[in-house]
């Protein structure tokens, strides 16, 4: 029987995790977070009043095994003069589905099936939430778009109003082996998993070990000069009883120059793996080479990570 993996994120970093999870013989449930609201994203909720869809389509276009060109379908974005500037094909399809099926999970499944994924893909909620964030300065932001644009480092995220977790997100966790919190911005993709009473519930009940695949580059605003045990203390923070209990982390030097862009253009520096104070916080450290550099950026490499994820599931199999 496959081991049933469970990722938890939103965003370039839970689709780029799943895109080499999916190589491997597991059972992958994403649970992805809905609050997003910017560009064609947040003017179908405004307009539908739905769920974000566009963290939604990422995912599944990363765990499709359809071609090449429906998947380059999927993702085109509109460039013209009218109202369809700027939304994707996708966001459009979603939004079109869940109108049909009555609700966002209805409308994924349903697609699900005509992009033959190799997983399935939840929505943290069916509510249309709107997430709010507290800055250093005491400012109170409202709506993630309006957080991350807003330049000043954030204190802690929150939801206006509390979220009900669907179903399907609840028995995932409950049933999981192993629990994934992907790389991503902390704040805006991961955290925002974390703020809903019922999936902390749901991931306490669980007996699966949670594992952070922590990110290679700080965040502006969000995790400067952070190391890889201030990422972990930051996540712990927002977790309950069950706090993580294995890292994956990158030793691997990043090339100098690639590494003075980053800090010249994004005001992002390398994550510096302190392995001793890790070691203080969690059971395992599981770490490597996982840098590679995609269309001159820098990537994880995401078989390489997979292949440890499930290396550590056989292990973890054995001992049972």
């Known amino acids: 029987m ?9 965003g370039t970093g839970s689709s780029t995790l799943l895109r080499g999870l999916k190589e ?8 992805v977070s809905v609050c997003d609201d910017g560009k064609s994203t947040g003017v179908l909720r405004e307009e539908f009043s739905i769920p974000a869809v566009g963290d939604i389509r990422r995912v ?5 095994e359809t071609e090449p060109l429906v998947m380059e379908l999927f993702n085109y974005r509109f ?3 009218s109202d369809l500037d700027g939304h994707t094909v996708g966001n459009l399809l979603l939004t079109a589905s869940s109108e049909i099926t009555g609700n966002l999970s209805d409308g994924i499944e ?4 005509v992009f033959n994924l190799k997983g399935k893909v939840v929505p943290l909620t069916e509510d249309n939430v709107v997430l709010m964030g507290e800055m250093t300065d005491g400012t109170i932001i409202e709506g993630e778009h309006n957080i991350t644009q807003n ?13 009900i977790p669907t179903k399907e997100a609840v028995k995932a966790l409950e049933e999981a082996d192993l629990i994934l919190l992907s790389m991503g911005s902390l704040f805006t993709s991961i955290i925002p998993n974390l703020i809903c009473d019922g999936i902390i519930s749901a991931i306490d009940r669980s007996n699966a070990k949670i594992m952070y695949v922590c990110n290679m580059v700080t965040q502006p605003g969000e995790t400067e000069d952070f190391k890889v045990s201030d990422h972990v203390k930051l996540l712990n923070q927002y977790l309950g009883k069950h706090k ?10 990043i090339d100098v120059e690639m590494a003075k862009r980053y800090e010249s253009l994004e005001q992002k ?3 510096e793996l302190d392995m001793e104070k890790t070691k203080e916080i969690v059971d395992m450290v599981i770490c490597d080479d996982y840098v590679t550099v995609k269309n001159n950026l820098l990537r994880h490499n995401v078989l390489k990570l997979s292949m440890h994820i499930f290396g550590y599931l056989l292990e973890q199999k054995k001992d049972e």
């Open 244 to 253: 993580i209990d294995i890292v994956l982390a990158n030793n691997g030097a």
């Open 79 to 81: 460039k013209t003069t």
């Open 269 to 271: 520096d390398p994550v």
């Open 110 to 113: 349903a697609l699900s099936k």
């Open 24 to 31: 491997f013989p597991l059972d992958i449930t994403a649970i």
């Open 2 to 10: 496959k081991r049933k993996v469970v990722v938890l994120g939103g």
């Open 151 to 163: 330049g000043t480092p954030i204190k802690r995220v929150y939801y206006k109003e509390e979220p």
């Open 60 to 64: 599944l276009a990363a765990l499709s």
